[in-house]
């Protein structure tokens, strides 16, 4: 279960594990035993890889005393019994080599595999254009890895060009040599948080003995499987080995989300890339800033880090959210309400004349503000040592279209309740769009620059907008370099399609120490009108209409995730 910002708030890891998986699709889990991530009989259409058949499973389940009974009749049938790291061969034996899938679920199994990457090329194999690899890989920060290096790619593409089956000697060596506890008042645990207090994590494995145990079982050419976790990781250490696979042409996966730790595990997505589909540009240059992150992540359970940590430690900040609309601002300000309670947010601001102006007189209850203000207003009426002033961007096609289209389904003669809890011009704008077809560029070019003067604040490149000071004329290249310049006021900017780390940084920055909820973002419109992007004319208009606001998007993108992604629709 995902723990939310309070002790006992609570969200099912299956959601966050299947948020790009669609219902109706057809997959494989690997090894699910009797948690099943995608349970049989449910929206999707599921075939179970695990090295043991069901009665095996079910027996090794009774004689764990650490398994409760009642969870025995979760364990499914397995439809295709041997190593994942066969994954292709078994599909192809069982359901012959043109069985194809949507997906391939996997729940702290990545670690055990003797050869990770010929895993991964089986899982390529198998998928469908646009098929889901969805991980879960535990933190070694935070279990019983914490003592042991995080592997690299080139201790995978050894195991891979060995075609290794078994883990070595040295791996099974390692784990229990090295293995670790977090001690607690209650006892000692295998699995924590990394934001343990490192001192109280104990190494309680004997190099004498297990070394012995290598030495007797080289002795004895003892070549049975020893489970093992061969391979250690972090979220940015996992993410710089899948980033290397693809740039040495191994795999063809687009990486969709690396989270941050979330417990003991972290939450890693892939999309198998179409055949003529290129690999995003920038992914050379993040080498090296994964590898910094990674160096950052092992530093951050050093116990000179927690001494740091510790005395530098202040009162939270509160957190100001610059609300950019249609950026995913309702689902941010809905899923901390639910959180914190309402008594301690305070949303939609800009509705309460002057209390951007006197924001000091909020109590101190109150942790989270957010409203659709200006950025330099913002940071002249607060105090930077006591708030965390962050954004979210969205795609800028994406977002004029769907911003556009929620000011016209506001138009609706059905909907005159809704549209009446707006502002007068609110309406006429809402009334006027409705009487217009998005696909017609003209009318809609002069729908924003010319027959409403309100359009320029909010269709015209409004992600600049926001970041810059007011100013009633077209937004221009040179406020499109302040908007950029703004980022290095801002604590954090966030996107739409990487929502978990802006979850991350504000349980962070909250101080909670339990993780944090993900929310699935959907910031689509209430209207179904297609918009036809794909027509030349069209298309262009569209791109032309947010070129500022794409080349703001475009430098958050290099400046924040250290790697430049060319915009597109």
Known sequence: MLIGFQKGRQLDRRQVILRHIGTGTRGIEIAPWFKPIVPPDGERDVVVLDVFDRPNLVAR????????????????????????????????????????????????????????????????????????????VPDKRACFDFFRPHSGTGELLEAFHERREHPTFAQTFSQSAYQATLCTGTGNIGAFTIDENPSQVALIGDVVQQYARWLKRLDA???????????????????????????????????????????????????????????????????????????????????????????????????????????????????????????????????????????????????????????????????????????????????????????????DPDNELVRTRHSATIQAMANRLWEIDLNDVGRIHRFIHEEFDEAKQLFDNCQVRYLTKYCERPINAADAAASVEALGSMNYVGFTEDLQDAYATIARILGATEGFTIIPHSNESRLDEAVNLGDPVIGRFYREAVRWDAHLYTAAKKRLRGCLETFSV
């Open 61 to 136: 389940a009774k004689s764990n005393p650490n398994i409760d009974d009642t969870m025995i009749p979760q364990i499914s049938e397995v439809d295709l019994v041997g190593s994942a790291c066969e994954i292709a061969e078994l599909v192809c034996a069982r359901f012959g080599a043109a069985a194809r899938f949507d997906f391939v679920v996997s729940s702290h199994n990545l670690e055990h595999l003797p050869d990770p990457v010929r895993f991964l090329r089986g899982c390529e194999a198998l998928l469908t254009s646009g098929g889901m690899v969805a991980m879960a």
């Open 221 to 411: 050419n003892d070549t049975q499987y020893c489970d093992t976790h061969c391979w250690t990781f972090t979220p940015s250490s996992l993410e710089l080995i899948l980033t290397e696979l693809i740039l040495l042409g191994l795999i063809n996966f687009e990486i969709v989300t690396v989270t941050q730790p979330v417990g003991c595990e972290f939450y890693v997505h892939l999309r198998k890339r179409p055949e003529d589909v290129q690999a995003r540009d920038g992914l050379a240059e993040r080498r090296e800033l994964l590898l910094r992150q990674t160096v950052d992540e092992v530093a951050h359970v050093s116990r000179e880090t927690w001494k740091l940590h510790t005395k530098a430690k202040t009162e939270p900040r509160r957190l100001f959210l610059v609300h950019i609309p249609k950026t995913a601002g309702t689902t941010i300000n809905e899923s901390i309400a639910k959180e914190l309670g309402k008594d301690r947010v305070r949303t939609h601001i800009e509705s309460a004349p002057g209390l951007l102006t006197n924001i000091q007189t909020l109590s101190t209850d109150v942790e989270y503000v957010s409203g659709h203000h200006r950025l330099p207003d913002v940071l002249n009426n607060i105090d930077r040592k006591r708030w965390f002033v962050f954004a979210i961007l969205r795609n800028p096609v994406r977002h004029l279209v769907s911003h556009l289209k929620w000011v016209k389904s506001l138009g």
